[in-house]
C-alpha cells in the first residue's frame, strides 16, 4: 500500500487571531445595546422574582419534604415494605422453630426404634397388627363413603 501524499488539500482558511479579535470590537456595541434592551425587558420579572424568593425557596423544600416523605414510606424499600418483610421474617422464624421440634422429635424416633426393643414392639403391634400369643386384636372398619345417587337426592 501506497501512502504517500500527493498534494495536501486546504480544506478551509483559518481566520487570522488580528481578524477575530476586530470582529469583537465592532460588533461589542451591537451586543451591549442587545444585552441592555433585555435587561430592561427582564427586570420586573427579575424584581418579583427577587422580592418572593423565600417563598420559592419555602416552597421548594416543603414539595421536596412531602415527596421524600412519601418516598419513605411507601417506596420500594420504605416503612409498609419495611413491616411486611419483617411480619414474614417473624412467620418463617415460627415456621422453622416447629420445623425443628418436629426433627428432632422424628430423630428421637429413629433412635428410640433402631435401639429399643419396647419401641419395636410397639410399632408392631399398631401397624402391622401383630399380637402375642393369646391376644385377640380388634380392628374396627374403615368407614366407607356412600356416594350419593339421584334416587338418595329424593
Same mark, same amino acid.
Given at each position: ?9 486546504? +480544506? @478551509?482558511?483559518? =481566520?487570522? =487571531?488580528?481578524?477575530g479579535v476586530r470582529?469583537l470590537?465592532?460588533q #461589542? ?5 442587545w ?10 420579572s427579575?424584581?418579583?422574582l427577587y ?6 425557596a419555602?416552597g #421548594?423544600?416543603?414539595?421536596? +419534604?412531602?415527596?421524600f ?5 411507601f ?8 413491616r411486611?418483610?419483617? #411480619?414474614?421474617? @417473624? ?7 416447629g ?17 429399643d =426393643?419396647?419401641?419395636i414392639?410397639?410399632?408392631?403391634r ?13 380392628? +374396627? ?9 339421584? +334416587? #338418595? @337426592?329424593k
Amino acid at each position: 500500500m501506497d501512502f504517500r501524499v500527493d498534494r495536501l488539500h486546504r +480544506s @478551509r482558511l483559518l =481566520p487570522n =487571531p488580528e481578524e477575530g479579535v476586530r470582529v469583537l470590537v465592532e460588533q #461589542a456595541p451591537r451586543a451591549e445595546v442587545w444585552l441592555d434592551g433585555l435587561v430592561l425587558k427582564l427586570r420586573p420579572s427579575l424584581k418579583v422574582l427577587y422580592a418572593i424568593r423565600r417563598r420559592i425557596a419555602t416552597g #421548594a423544600i416543603a414539595v421536596f +419534604s412531602i415527596w421524600f416523605f412519601v418516598h419513605v414510606m411507601f417506596g420500594a424499600n420504605g416503612m409498609v415494605v419495611y413491616r411486611q418483610k419483617k #411480619a414474614e421474617y @417473624r412467620s418463617l422464624q415460627r415456621e422453622i422453630g416447629g420445623l425443628q421440634q418436629d426433627n428432632q422429635r422424628f430423630t428421637g424416633q429413629i433412635k428410640a426404634l433402631q435401639t429399643d =426393643p419396647k419401641a419395636i414392639e410397639k410399632e408392631a403391634r399398631e401397624q402391622l397388627h401383630y399380637a402375642r400369643p393369646g391376644e385377640v386384636i380388634f380392628v +374396627s372398619p374403615p368407614s366407607l363413603a356412600i356416594p350419593e345417587s339421584k +334416587s #338418595a @337426592r329424593k
